[in-house]
């Protein structure tokens, strides 16, 4: 089941700026969100902050019900799965063992090499774990990305901008590869994009300006989301 993730009058700032600003909100587990809003409107800190990546200088946040420690985040992290902009991908190592990397430091209760050839299945890549990143395509690098970060089998996905180095086409592919793991593997995802189409791939969209939440509304399907999503901005 995905997780349920809550910020409570959550702030961050760095320097005399303020990344977030006293921002609430509460996400339902399995669903996916978007967070919209120019550069600096605090999307990207969000995630990081959620992730474990960063801390809060004000609030909470919450995950199933329990407040992040200030200390020793490893293990929350280890439940979240990261996929940013920049494919981040080790070019020494083969498909198979960039999507095992995460993994390998940590006893774990499945058969790790299993579930990455399952997971690069998934994703469309089966029959190339030998190759290296290297010899991929962008959109290829990006399902290996994914795959790596479904490997420890996240009940919360973090998303930053998955689509922003790619074409219209391979950029859209990865939103229903993404739209589809999810909904596989029952994750809560949450995705920073400027991407409108993305954007209306979600259930639910958050905008952001000047670190603080402008709107937060529902995407309904029957609804033509497109220009729903031009009306909120």
Request: charged share 25%; with cysteine; proline share 5%.
């Amino acid at each position: 089941m995905g997780a349920q993730v809550a910020l409570r009058g959550v702030s961050r700032v760095y320097g005399a700026a303020k990344a977030l600003d006293d921002v609430s909100v509460e996400i339902e587990p399995e669903s996916a969100v978007a967070l919209m809003g120019q550069s600096g409107a605090g999307k990207s800190t969000l995630l990081h902050l959620v992730g474990g990546m960063d801390l809060p200088d004000g609030g909470e946040v919450e995950i199933d019900g329990r407040s992040l420690p200030r200390r020793r985040l490893d293990a929350h992290r280890r439940r979240v799965g990261f996929v940013f902009q920049r494919f981040h991908l080790l070019p020494a190592l083969s498909v198979l063992d960039n999507v095992l990397a995460p993994v390998l430091p940590y006893r774990v209760d499945f058969d790790r090499r299993a579930r990455a050839r399952e997971l690069l299945e998934a994703v469309g890549l089966d029959g190339r774990e030998r190759a290296l990143p290297g010899e991929l395509s962008g959109g290829q690098q990006q399902r290996v990305a994914i795959a790596r970060a479904l490997i420890g089998h996240p009940p919360l996905l973090l998303a930053d901008e998955p689509t922003g180095n790619l074409d219209s086409a391979t950029g859209e592919e990865i939103m229903e590869l993404l739209g589809t793991l999810r909904r596989h593997y029952g994750m809560t995802m949450m995705i920073a994009t400027h991407n409108p189409e993305l954007a209306a791939s979600c259930d639910r969209l958050i905008r952001l300006q000047d670190g603080r939440v402008v709107s937060d509304d529902r995407l309904e399907p029957s609804e033509d989301v497109l220009h729903r999503i031009g009306r909120l901005g």
